[in-house]
């Protein structure tokens, strides 16, 4: 018999029972939403996790310094050593990567590295200018690091090549320090202005050379909080007053004209570093690439995933049950309905088909109904974690055929026993 | 001139509960013939088997033994799908409880037969309004059954039993939850069909009057044919 005819006698059976069978499909509701849900959430964050990635650079690498999982020699000089834990250290001067490191590994991969960004910092501390103050973060950048910044100023000009070589004391500083600093919105006066800043009981001069403008994006205080902004100045500069010739961290951008993929150069870096650590017992080097964090993310959230996923199988599993239940309960109700048709000739198996085909269409409007739900709540959920809503289509051509096999199986044994009914018992059945 | 025998029984039987305490015989052996374009009528008290005996001649029940050939065929030797088939083309049946699909049209019921031939949607419903038509309920084919009276569902159960033009046209009780003036009606479209079309119609009936219309009247007793004579045939309705 024709498809077509199954199905609008299974909608005309579904409808005529409308609450009924909107419970029945519940547990399929439940189980479908639930997934495309989570599937939708998880689009959307890794997408738009890979689309900030581009933007910053996908083929960068970072290199740092962290303390080791295990230390690498048992005992300790100190004598501090706690069974079971793993004390915290924080990386001291000699567990740095120092200047001569990255000489030599600029030296190496200098067929495969554009430039790297270096940056350190002074700490925090305040400009005072008669009666005004400003909080500023100072930070010495190398030319990689004011690369990746793209500043728009508002006035002067940028830290220049030479400038930043020199380790000469010049500094940016946002248009909103000027503003407090010197109650003025003209920030050409600021240029060439000294400003002193205070970080401890230490006092750092640097003249402005610039005025950047402040990416408002983050405001959250009101005009009149003190706001804590960013002054940027040489890396030599801050060099100078930290006597330091190490870097806990740097980054590495990866030259478009490599023949190699961010991965292998990743590991190329990781092993170069080794080399100089494996002495070191307390800290080693690592290194990711927002690929390699994208592939953890990726991970993470199909472990996520499979735990909706077990939970959603046990909706379904129990909506199925459901919709077997009902199916029995609707052919004891249609029994006269099963004789009269197989009276009129039906066979066998037309009768199982359509009780199949009906078992099948409340799963699907039930799994459809759920893809609804399930793409409204996680595209919600996306947009409250501030990723751009992205539903899975795999997942939604996966849920309607996974919604068909929950109706074929959970049919089948219904459709089954209306199907070899006995043609008078099934007339006669009151 | 040598009239074909359409069914030809021999000796049936027909027992329930087989093998259980509460084991009942309702048919001892019916011996039968009715031939091709007949109308006959079969009567008998309450509980003398005669529904069961409808059934059995419409493939609806199996017989215990016996032999039974139907339009050449044998019963016994058929499989469930040639049952099936059978029913939907070699016979039509007329209930007393009309039996439509409630939740359907009475042109979706009277489509239903056509359908499980596998005849098309368009050929399928341009027959199915014929044969409302002809039994004057065309005006009507869009209605549920429970919009419909007894007489008007029954007519549509007949336009619904000759959807696949069958060769038989078995009657149980058709009449039996009607009015006389609207079994009357009903009993004039059997004479119709069986005259114009020249169905073979086996009718089932508590009512000696419209027995006495057809051409042979079979007495069924406890499961026995105790008595056959011939009909009086229709008395011209006015
Ligand atoms: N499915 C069944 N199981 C057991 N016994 C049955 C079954 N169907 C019918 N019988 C019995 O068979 C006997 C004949 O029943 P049947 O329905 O054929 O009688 P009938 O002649 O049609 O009676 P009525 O005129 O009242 O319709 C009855 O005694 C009935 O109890
Ligand atoms: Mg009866």
Redesign the interface.
Same mark, same amino acid.
Not at chain 2, 115 to 118: E, F, K, N, R, V
């Given at each position: 018999m024709l498809l077509g005819e199954n199905i609008s006698m299974a909608l005309a059976a579904i409808r005529a029972n409308k609450m009924r069978s909107f419970l029945t499909m519940l547990g399929i509701i439940i189980g479908i939403g639930s997934v495309i849900a989570i599937q939708t959430v998880g689009n959307s964050v890794t997408t738009s996790f890979a689309s900030t990635m581009t933007n910053m650079g996908a083929s960068n690498i970072s290199v740092g310094v962290t303390q080791r999982e295990t230390e690498k020699v048992k005992g300790d000089e100190s004598g501090l050593e706690f069974e079971g834990y793993r004390i915290i250290r924080t990386p001291e001067e000699s567990d740095f990567i120092k200047d001569n490191m990255i000489a030599d590994f600029l030296n190496n991969f200098s067929d495969e590295i554009e430039y790297i960004i270096l940056s350190e910092s002074l700490g925090t501390g305040k400009i005072t200018e008669i009666k005004n103050s400003a909080t500023v973060a100072v930070t010495g950048g190398d030319e990689g690091y004011f690369k990746g910044q793209n500043l728009t100023l508002l006035a002067g000009r940028e830290i220049g090549d030479k400038a930043i070589k020199g380790g000469k004391a010049v500094c940016l500083i946002s248009d909103y320090a000027v503003r407090k600093l010197y109650n003025t919105e003209d920030y050409d006066k600021a240029i060439g202005k000294v400003v002193e800043v205070v970080i401890g009981q230490k006092f750092y001069d640097f003249t402005v050379v610039g005025v950047y403008k402040l990416d408002d994006s983050g405001m959250l205080f009101g005009a009149n909080a003190d706001r804590q902004t960013d002054l940027y100045t040489t890396l030599g500069c801050v060099k100078k007053h930290t006597h330091s010739d190490g870097y806990p961290s740097f980054t590495v951008v990866k030259s478009p004209d490599a023949q190699i993929d961010t991965n292998e150069l990743r590991s190329m870096i990781q092993i170069f570093f080794d080399r100089y650590y494996h002495t070191n017992r307390n800290f080693e080097v690592t290194t990711s690439s927002f690929e390699s964090m994208l592939e953890e993310l990726t991970k993470m959230m199909g472990t996520i995933s499979t735990a909706i996923s077990i939970i959603a199988g046990i909706a379904l599993l129990v909506g199925g049950i459901g919709v077997m239940n009902i199916m029995l309960v609707s052919i004891s109700e249609r029994t006269r309905e099963i004789g009269i048709r197989k009276a009129l000739g039906a066979t066998n198996s037309s009768i199982r088909l359509q009780f199949i085909i009906e078992a099948m269409v409340l799963c699907i409007i039930g799994g459809i109904i759920g893809i609804i739900i399930g793409v409204t709540g996680g595209s919600i959920a996306a947009n409250a974690m501030d990723a751009e809503a992205h539903a899975s289509i795999a997942s939604i051509v996966e849920s309607v055929g996974f919604s068909m096999a929950i109706g074929l199986f959970f049919g089948y044994y219904p459709a089954n026993k209306a199907a070899k009914m006995n043609p008078i018992d099934a007339l006669t059945y009151e | 001139m040598e009239q074909k025998i359409i069914i030809d029984m021999k000796d049936i039987v027909k027992r329930y509960y087989i093998g259980k305490p509460n084991e009942l015989e309702v048919l001892h052996g019916v011996s039968l013939k009715v031939y091709e374009g007949e109308f006959v009528a079969i009567v008998g008290p309450s509980g003398s088997g005669k529904s069961t005996l409808m @059934?059995v001649i !419409?493939a =609806? #029940?199996l017989p215990t033994s016996g032999q039974y050939y139907l339009d050449g065929l044998d019963m016994f030797d058929a499989r469930? #799908?040639d049952l099936? *088939?059978i029913? +939907?083309?070699k016979i039509g049946?007329v209930f007393q409880t009309y @039996?439509?699909? *409630?939740?359907?049209t009475a042109l979706k019921n009277v489509e239903?037969?056509m =359908?499980? *031939? !596998?005849m098309g949607?368009r050929e399928r419903s341009e027959r199915a309004k014929e044969l409302l038509r002809l039994v004057e309920m065309d005006d009507r084919m869009s209605h549920k059954p429970d919009e419909l009276s007894g007489g008007q569902k029954q007519r549509v159960a007949i336009a619904?039993a000759m959807a +696949?033009d069958p060769a038989i046209i078995l009657a149980d009780e058709p009449t039996g939850a009607l009015d006389s003036g609207t079994g009357r009606l009903i009993m004039d479209i059997f004479h119709r069909l069986n005259k114009e079309q020249g169905k073979t119609i086996v009718l089932i009936t508590h009512s000696p009057e419209l027995a006495e219309e057809t051409q042979r009247i079979m007495t069924l007793h406890d499961g026995l044919i105790i008595s056959e004579r011939k009909g009086g045939g229709r008395v011209a309705a006015g």
């Open positions: - | @059934n !419409g =609806l #029940d469930e #799908d099936s *088939a029913r +939907n083309r049946f @039996n439509l699909i *409630a939740r359907t239903l037969p =359908l499980y *031939a !596998g949607r619904r +696949n």
